[in-house]
């Protein structure tokens, strides 16, 4: 498979990933535990490495916000397109009750 054929795939997945709730949901949970993994690393297992070495402190805990922002990003975008979801069904809902209403007026 050329770099296309994994082009059009890794497309194909995300908008699977971002389409569906329950996906969405297992990935930000996924994205979450990297990331608090990634500190807690930082924090404990690596903290004496880090502690020697002022670049590789910075690039580290640079890396850390761009999961956390990655992480926040990705929630924002979930309460979206809940909020659109949600939205939909409750204007769908209220045409269905406004119909019902028409309908039982005209009797």
């Known amino acids: 498979m050329g770099s296309a054929g994994d082009w059009e795939l890794s497309k194909a997945l995300a908008r ?5 709730r329950g996906q969405r949901r297992k990935w930000l949970g996924r994205w979450l535990l990297l990331t608090v ?3 807690a ?7 004496g490495l880090l502690s020697k070495n002022a670049w590789m402190f910075a690039l580290w805990w640079v890396f850390c916000f761009f ?5 926040v990003v990705f929630a924002l975008y979930d309460v979206l397109a809940v909020m659109r979801v949600e939205g939909k069904k409750s204007d769908e ?4 009750i406004l ?7 005209d009797e």
């Open 16 to 20: 699977a990933i971002l389409h569906d």
């Open 37 to 39: 993994a990634w500190m």
């Open 41 to 47: 690393i930082g924090l404990w297992v690596l903290d």
């Open 67 to 71: 999961l956390a922002c990655v992480l």
């Open 93 to 96: 809902r209220f045409a269905e």
């Open 99 to 105: 119909e019902e209403h028409k309908k039982s007026r």
